[in-house]
């Protein structure tokens, strides 16, 4: 009779250890079911904010040098006397040659940016007439701090059916280091710009509608390419680019599409948001926003 109570109570202690190990391991189960649902739900957007802060950097860095130019051909003391201040740089115009230089002295510009270096734009003849056509090179050209490269042509396309004169812009092995956070940034990108012609005259408020497509390598290794919906408005009374949206398509991402909206239809801002599924950002174009 002990022989079989001590059996029974060794028994029982023996399936009494069985239920609690099977409910601790029932348990480590659902903990590793939940923590791997959770982790498969979470959504990393850092590369598309990336991507996104660059391409705000390209399309503002050539924009701001096809800019530069439009204004070289327009000021009245450039074409007069060979030299004039235009946007913090140093601005010079050789007839002979037909070339435009900035030389940047590492002042502040109007939209925030610290520039210094060279700038040359070579012209086939005046800007403004139908055929002509201007091959930029940037030497030692630094924005904040990081350098800025690549091949950049301007071709003057003529008026279009609604009046407007239309350029088309080329940049090809564009590169850019950021001055923050570092890492290279290299696209390429084919733009357009379309004015009234009758506003491309010295004192006017001219009025650039901006549309084009671009790709390449984000700073942090990231493929990306994009589009442009609607035009961004490229005003030269304004050093920021606004309302306009750009598509954006980041592949190697848990959320591969995106958008880029500038928004500010009035007045002149440098805040932009950016769209990923339910979230969203808002940033300003400027070194210490785009850091990412």
Known sequence: MTARKNSRDKSEVHSSGMRKFSILAAGIILLLSYGSCKKNKSIDLNPDVNAANDVILSVSSYTTIFNLMIKARLDHDLLTTGMAMIDKAVATFDPEKMEYGFTFLGDISPDSVRRSGNIRIALSGDILLKGSSALLTLKDYYEDEGLVGGTDSIFNEGVNGTGHLVFSNHVSGGVINKAVEGGTIHVSMVLSFSAPSSSLVSGQDILFLEQGTLSGLSSKGHSFSASFRDALQDALSCPWLKNGIIDLQVSDTDLPDGMI???????????????????????????FFLKN
Do not use: H, L, P
């Open 261 to 287: 909206d500038f928004m500010t239809a009035d007045g002149c801002s440098d805040v932009i948001w950016y769209y990923f599924g339910n979230s969203e950002f808002k940033v300003r174009k400027n070194k």
